[in-house]
DNA sequence: GCCAACGTTGGC
DNA sequence: GCCAACGTTGGC
């Protein structure tokens, strides 16, 4: 099966990109949403790609990527499913919401359409490749420049 | 912290 | 199977 590409969410106040890069691999436990579950056990394989996106952040948005290093298996808790998640990039800063909702080709992306809570979300090729595109164009937050 | 949007639950 | 009540998500 060709490879998928993925956005999937995390407030920071739980586990960041930063988090990922120093642990290397985590297993994404605690998703509660069927369809997001449905996502982890029937599509997610090995080697996809995932936009690691923080929710409830200032700003909220992509702040790096992860690969699928282990595709669904049980929870303990029944009938819950979870993946491992390897990392792959750390972002130099974040490309925000209110970016990726102003680009052109991005209008359909669900991250950017109203209402969407989906924890785990399927993105396209395309929406994958113009996300990178936007994300090297981030300046260091630390740089300042007079 | 507010609250709109959305998913889930449970009485009927 | 409807739908009101409730809980959660997540942008702002």
Known sequence: MAKR???MKCEPSAYTIDDLQRDGSTAW???????????????????DEVLFYASNAEPSGVTGLAKIVRAG???KLAPWVMVDIGFAKN??????????????GLEKMVV??????????????????????????????HSSHS
């Open 29 to 47: 436990e605690g998703v509660r949403n069927y369809q997001a579950r449905n996502f982890m056990r029937d599509d997610m394989q090995l080697g």
């Open 73 to 75: 298996y049980p929870e």
């Open 91 to 104: 972002f130099k800063g974040t490309v925000p919401l209110e970016t990726l909702k102003t680009t052109k």
């Open 112 to 141: 950017t359409q109203k209402g969407s809570r989906l924890s785990i979300q399927p993105v396209t090729k395309d929406e994958f490749a113009i996300v990178l595109t936007l994300a090297k164009t981030i300046r260091s937050s």
């Open 5 to 7: 590409y993925w956005l």
